[in-house]
């Protein structure tokens, strides 16, 4: 196993438009976590999942996103009608049950 | 959860020990310390967590205060790779739990002279 997978690495899409990004987590990780990070800050909670049900959303979350977890495995993130104030550094990570989380190398989305 | 100060930045020169501070004085009696850094580009990266006893791993060591108010996450000997921001968090360590996720701050940027 590598590790957390996001695909893909960069996203530069137009205004408007939706995206979305896929995560493959640590194959017997059951939680799954998205985060959103700008620049200079640390990252900020969005979701988690523990196997295919998503526990936790925060405010942050507008209805425009929305993420799955189909089957419990990979997850995908969709961002719906994109705005510029998207643009960010998107993470996911996995953990068993609520140990120590591991780390994708994150989507840069850049909404133009 | 209970929230964390961390200096925003600190320095270090290369192959001295180095000493990352940490408050947390609302801290419960079932939180547990968690440190996490992010090198530049990467994804954060999990370090060390404790309870109440002081830790020791491969990467680093967590003295926590007898009080638990405060912890220090130390690095003995600091390479140009350990440069990163660091990330001092409490936890709910419920292992079955539903409360799962890490609450960030804006950590402490760790620059290390050669």
């Known amino acids: 196993d590598t590790g957390v997978s996001q695909d893909p690495r960069h996203k530069i899409t137009k205004r408007g438009q939706n995206v979305t990004f896929r995560c493959d987590p640590i194959?017997?990780?059951?939680?799954l976590y998205w985060y959103r990070q700008t620049l200079g800050q640390g990252p900020e909670f969005l979701t988690y999942f523990q196997n295919e049900a998503q526990l936790e959303k925060s405010r942050l979350l507008s209805d425009r996103f929305s993420a799955e977890r189909p089957k419990g495995s990979f997850s995908t993130l969709e961002i719906q009608r994109t705005e510029q104030g998207d643009s960010a550094m998107y993470l996911c990570?996995?953990?068993?049950?609520?140990?120590?989380?591991?780390f994708g190398q994150g989507t840069r989305l850049t909404v133009v | 959860d209970a929230k964390t100060t961390q200096p925003n930045s600190m320095e270090s020169n290369e192959e001295e020990p180095v000493h990352l501070p940490c408050n947390h004085s609302t801290i419960s009696g079932t939180d547990y310390i968690h440190w996490y850094r992010q090198l530049p580009s990467q994804g954060p990266e999990y370090v060390i967590h404790g309870l109440t006893s002081n830790v020791n791993n491969r990467m680093a060591s967590l003295a926590i205060a007898e009080d638990r108010k405060s912890s220090t996450l130390i690095l003995h000997r600091a390479t140009l790779r350990d440069a990163a921001v660091y990330y001092c968090i409490l936890k709910l360590m419920n292992y079955g739990g539903s409360q799962g996720n890490l609450i960030f701050g804006k950590g402490t940027k760790l620059s290390v002279k050669p």
């Open positions: 990570a996995s953990s068993l049950w609520n140990t120590e989380a591991f």
């Open positions: 194959s017997e990780h059951n939680r």
